[in-house]
């Protein structure tokens, strides 16, 4: 049946400003598109018109109102596993420690596959996120699992299959040989997963062609996925110009000795891409694009996916949002769950709004070396020691003899906030609860031995 919603409306058709409308009737037929907003008061013609009945009406109360859906332009399915640990990690070394060993399982087991994808679902609709473009694994049935649960659960989303590139550059870097596919089998197992998700026929579900990054993708395999990219019309994403452990990686690779920067080799790839039929090539990150790779994106009218929150870990570099737009990039937000820990898009927009308020001082002590930042060891202590000598107490701010029992219970594994998963450490459960928990996590307060 049609949908009818009365109440207040805030959406944001120009960038920078808000527009708020109270006491407005939303008419949406049976196929989910809006066909009328209409002022309240013309309630009773507006239902005349769309066959609805006043009791069909949703009247929202006074505090209520409606907001379109988020859409998280970047985020890693498999990682959310662990997302809110190893948060102190640098990219290279965290892929190799957990992201390829996690992602491998994802094939080993598939139930655990099926739990994971599963909550992630379930926890990203509870956070308000209608659209997402997804990174899969490499291997082709779990990939397939997230398609299915996605249908079942009616989000929106393009989904992608993420291949790697066996031989010199992983075994020489460490990372697993198990975890790698050959050409052909990449190409092959990326064109079965675009048929997989297209025999469903749905609009709201597209697979996305997905080279993980430049270090994991020979330029045969980026060629192939080009010509599939045409041959389907369908989206592409990818990586670029992520930190600087990346950028060095790349520039060891055989084919950046021909001078070619990353946008470029993408784009001689042909997945630089722009559609009008489905989203265009998104490339998280690129907090290091050159200002000509800006241009050449930007002419090619693909996106980059700001991860504002990831960004604060792995680039060590604040993305220059605004002056981006204005030199006509198109620019979207992502979580990029789990290289950011919080899996929710309210989060990504504050730390997108914290971030470009540091832009400035990010820049100055770029150009005096280290930043000296703080990990979530650090926070803590500030929160609890830090904070007691701050204010001259020495008897709280540890659980140590002699202390004050001022302390909480905390209860990780109540599923609140987040979700725990088997393969977490007591300490890394500790390090999640400080990036994801929330109040519903803290069952019991203490002060001084009583409870309060
Ligand atoms: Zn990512």
Redesign the pocket.
Known sequence: PPLFVRGTLVHTPVRGEVELLPDQLVAVDEAGTITAVVPGSQEAACLAAHAGRPEDVLRLEANQFLLPGFCDT?I?ASQYSYAGTATDTPLMAWLTKYTFPTEARFAADPSFARRVYSRLICRMVACGTTTALF?ATLHLEPCQLLADLLEEAGMRAFVGKARLRGGVSMDRHGGPDLYVESTEQAAASAEAFIRYVRAKQLPRLEPALTPRFLPTCTPVLLRALGELAVRYDVAVQS?IR?SYDEVEFVGQLEEAGQGASEAEMFDAAGLLTSKASCCSAVF??GVLLSDAEVALMAARGSAVAH?PL?NAFFADVVLPVAQLLRRGLKVGLGT?VA?GYDISMLGAQRAAVVASRALPLALRLQQEGDPDSLSWRDALWLATVGGARALGLDRVGTLAPGQQFDALLVDGGCGAAYDLFPQSSPLEQVEKFLCCGDDRHIVQVWVQGRPI
């Open positions: 970047h890693h990174f990586h992520e998280a990150h991860c990831s990029d290289g």
